[in-house]
């Protein structure tokens, strides 16, 4: 089996996982990092091999890296870029957009990745989840869900919120998390880019259903939002984009914080 070994400690049962993790997310259209408001109107938020390096240099606990439009325009992962992100870090990298099978993840972890995050191709292919978790391990394996609220009910779309499905986001979390993934990465659209705060309602069913990492991901406007998200939706890893890209909240300040109010992260 092809384990992949640098990725081995970071990733567990959330019984196991006590130290809370802060996760910058590099979002990835034309090679540049961008950053919208509820998954439209992006705009330019710098060179993303220098945010990795500055985010690795101040304390991030993992980095991700989503090509957002390698789905919708039907191509790879830059690969290129991947490798100088991870060339220039030394902290576990998530990598998604565009993954379709055993051989792209192949590649990215070839390249420096040290997990792959599938959504539009999980959907669309269920069995690859099983796949990837039973030749990687589950460690490697990130399932990432956008959903955003429809008649009241979450409603889980692929090519980054583009498309809606029937799924409900809570019957795949199980679903996914039964075959084999390690993490699931919940992004709430109706949140994302608003600075309002995170889906906390729904991050803390998800986590009475399933016993795998949650990482939430989606409204963070502040410091407080963040110790919500750990809180109140019991929520094992909190991802952000633009608070940290345009240094609204250090990722240092953010910890101490953290520490504050009891919740344990790695200084």
């Known amino acids: 089996m092809y384990l992949c070994e640098s990725s081995a400690n970071f990733c567990a049962t959330k019984n196991e996982m006590l130290t809370k993790r802060i996760i ?9 990092t961008v950053k919208g408001v509820n998954f439209v109107d992006l705009r330019d938020a710098g060179d993303p091999v220098e945010l990795a390096k500055i985010y690795s240099d101040e304390g991030a606990d993992e980095l991700v890296f989503l090509d957002i439009s ?6 790879k992962t830059l690969v290129d870029l991947v490798r100088k992100v991870a060339s220039t870090i030394n902290i576990p990298f998530t990598v998604g957009g565009g993954i ?28 690859l989840i099983n796949e990837l978790a039973q030749k990687f391990g589950s460690q490697c ?15 889980v779309h692929l090519v980054g919120g583009k498309v809606p499905t029937e799924l409900n986001l809570f019957d795949w979390a199980v679903e996914v998390a039964k075959r084999g993934a390690g993490e699931i990465l919940f992004t709430s659209m109706d949140n994302d880019g608003t600075k309002n705060g995170f889906a906390n309602e ?18 963070a406007g502040n410091m407080q939002h ?4 750990f809180i109140e939706g ?11 890209h345009f240094k ?3 990722i240092k300040a953010l910890k101490k914080e953290l520490k504050n109010n009891n919740i344990e992260v790695r200084i």
Not at 70 to 75: C, V
Not at 141 to 152: F, N, R, S, Y
Not at 234 to 244: G, N, Y
């Open 24 to 32: 910058p997310c590099l979002d990835i259209k034309n090679g540049r």
């Open 70 to 75: 390698a789905t919708e325009e039907r191509r």
């Open 100 to 127: 379709a099978s055993v051989e792209d993840v192949e590649i990215l972890l070839q390249n420096g990745a040290d997990k792959v995050s599938i959504n539009s191709s999980a959907v669309k292919n269920p069995d």
């Open 141 to 155: 394996v990130v399932v990432a869900i956008d959903a955003k609220q429809i008649d009241g009910q979450w409603i």
């Open 202 to 219: 729904a991050l803390a069913k998800l986590s009475t259903l399933i016993n795998i990492p949650i990482i939430a991901s989606g409204g």
């Open 226 to 229: 963040f110790v919500d998200s």
């Open 234 to 244: 019991k929520a094992d890893a909190a991802l952000a984009a633009s608070v940290f």
């Open 248 to 250: 609204e909240i250090e």
